[in-house]
């Protein structure tokens, strides 16, 4: 009788052990998940930073987009999904010219709204560009390229 409750006592201690095991693993999983998210790629940000003169009382980053690769529907995919980060799609259509690299166009002058435009879809800082025209009323235009698929939205 002694020995069945030896084994017992060792089988409790055994689960214990297991079970404080697998709940260190989770917590770490999600310590190192919360890190990564917070320091190495922090969310993205649609508002307009303060430093930054702003028109129309502007609170938030607004965009035009132009499909320039002739994929239909590329253009309404990044839309929905600008919006669902904040950011203002005030129009999308198609652009006259094919390209094969996507990039940003700052239209204000304004690097740092251009910056988190890109940011968002994952275009790399040296495909920003800037072609100031005050007449469009936003700070960016997005001109999506053959290398969509290399762009958040569209990632699998």
Known sequence: MRKSKLKIKL???????VIIGFLTLIVTIMATSFILRVAVTPPVSATIDSSIEKSNSQEVIQVNILNACGVKGLASKAKEFLRARGFDVVEIGNSDLLTNNSQVIDRLGDGKSAKQVAYALGIRDTMITSIIDSNMFLRATIVIGNDFQELK???N
Do not use: A, S, V
Not at 11 to 17: I, V
């Open 11 to 17: 089988g409790r201690q055994h689960l214990n052990y």
């Open 153 to 155: 939205p569209f990632r």
